[in-house]
């Protein structure tokens, strides 16, 4: 399988896998102990209307996504925190909103992009060495940043009140989470597409809390599943010419089912009643 990579893309297509999922076990791990996963999902559509803003124009890729990711990010934050009991309706609106400003500056904009659908199913094939680069430097940034404030991230995941108790930053410390969620989704989508990138952000984050007790652990564990199911995936796109996006995805779905069925099998199962009446209680 591995003479595969004597090709340069299909190198540049696994560093591309390795440093995506290096950010999305970190990422995705605080995503799904703070039930951050509907808000990823409504970053991850909004950044659609980025990806028109900068075709129409004419932004690097980059420049204009995450710049748009970053202020529907904030907006979402603030709604979340400000009006909780209204933030799924706003972080839907959003949702809509980006996509359909997406659709709009696509259609303004002079002549069809051909590469298009690769932000709609990824492109990881296609992922140039610049890009590396700067997957390579942000990987680097959020695991200084999640470092440097691990314990107050593990205060927040956990139990909010006393993290504000021990004189967290709650607020501030939110903000920069949803932030770091905007970029890990920006990178993402180059990788396997706007339509998949939830499914990367919370499947393995999800297998890896069920045998871990840590949040450290589970976040190394995420990003060791995220590497494994990029390397299947790739396998499997390459041998059967099919949307490497989507077949990363589909063994990460594989990985989740074995995981549920592994839980099954090996929880405990509750002591079986003896059917004898109990014995009185001596005075």
């Known amino acids: 399988m591995f003479e595969i990579f004597d090709f340069t893309f299909m190198r540049y297509a696994l560093l591309a ?22 808000l990823s999902g409504g970053i991850a559509h909004a950044a659609y209307g980025g990806i028109g803003l900068a ?39 959003i949702w809509a909103l980006g996509m359909a400003l997406g659709v ?68 501030r410390l939110y903000f920069l989470l949803v932030c770091l969620l905007a970029v890990a989704v920006v990178l993402t989508i180059r990788v396997v597409g706007l339509i998949l990138v939830i499914a ?16 450290l652990w589970m976040m190394a564990l995420a990003c060791g599943l995220n590497v494994l199911f990029t390397i299947l995936g790739l396998g499997l796109a390459y041998y059967f010419d099919l949307t ?4 990363i995805i589909l063994s990460a779905g594989a990985g989740f089912f074995v995981a549920l069925a592994l839980e099954r099998t090996l929880k405990p199962k509750p002591a079986e009643p003896s059917g004898r009446p109990p014995l009185p209680q001596e005075r």
Not at 244 to 247: L, T
Request: charged letters at 15%; aromatic letters at 12%.
């Open 17 to 38: 896998g390795i440093l995506v999922s290096v950010i999305c076990g970190i990422m995705g791990t605080l995503a799904v102990a703070n039930r951050l996963v509907f």
């Open 55 to 93: 075709f129409f124009m004419r932004w690097p890729y980059l420049l204009g996504t995450l710049g748009f990711s970053l202020a529907a990010a904030l907006a979402m934050a603030a709604v979340s925190l400000n009006a909780k009991h209204r933030a799924d309706t706003v972080i839907g609106a």
């Open 104 to 171: 709009l500056f696509i259609d303004l904009s002079p002549g069809y992009p051909v590469d298009l659908m690769s932000y709609l199913f990824g492109s990881i094939l296609a992922v140039p060495e610049a890009d590396l680069w700067v997957m390579l430097v942000t990987a680097i940034i959020i695991a200084l940043v999640v470092g440097a404030y691990y314990t107050d991230f593990l205060s927040l995941s956990y139990d909010e009140e006393f993290a504000r108790v021990r004189g967290v930053p709650v607020r």
């Open 200 to 215: 990367l952000l919370t499947i393995p984050p999800f297998i890896a809390e069920k045998f871990t007790r840590s949040l």
């Open 244 to 247: 490497a996006g989507a077949c």
